[in-house]
């Protein structure tokens, strides 16, 4: 069974920066991460996501200030956030595809890690 470990969430003033991880029990058939954010009252949306290849995506609210990156040696995917921003508020849940391909891949989640933006 696979499991998706987050940390790094926080309280934090606008215009600060965090750092969240989020470690994989494997990184066997791993096809993508991603990170993705619900707020209160609203629906969950994707934040960035990495493919294996070294592909990335950002939703444009966080283009230039978010950077996805993966250290394959330590299972852990990171989201460096900069220049943060009350509307970051948000629960950030770690996303992981396993599979041979994209059609027939299966999805894991986090337990999501809380991220508040207020002075």
């Known amino acids: 069974q696979v499991q998706l470990v987050e940390s790094g969430g926080g309280l934090v003033q606008p215009g600060g920066s965090l750092r969240l991880s989020c470690t994989a029990s494997?990184?066997?058939?791993?096809?993508?991460m991603g990170w993705y954010r619900q707020a209160p009252g609203k629906q969950r949306e994707l934040v960035a996501t990495?493919?294996?290849?070294?592909?990335?995506n950002y939703a444009d609210s966080v283009k230039g200030r978010f950077t996805i990156s993966r250290d394959n040696a330590k299972n852990t995917l990171y989201l460096q956030m900069d220049s943060l921003k009350p509307e970051d508020t948000a629960v950030y849940y770690c996303?992981?595809?396993?599979?041979?391909?994209?059609?027939?891949?299966?999805?894991?989640w986090g337990q999501g890690t809380q991220v508040t933006v207020s002075s």
């Open positions: 996303n992981a595809a396993y599979g041979v391909v994209f059609s027939t891949s299966r999805s894991y």
């Open positions: 494997t990184s066997r058939s791993i096809l993508s």
């Open positions: 990495l493919t294996s290849g070294g592909s990335t």
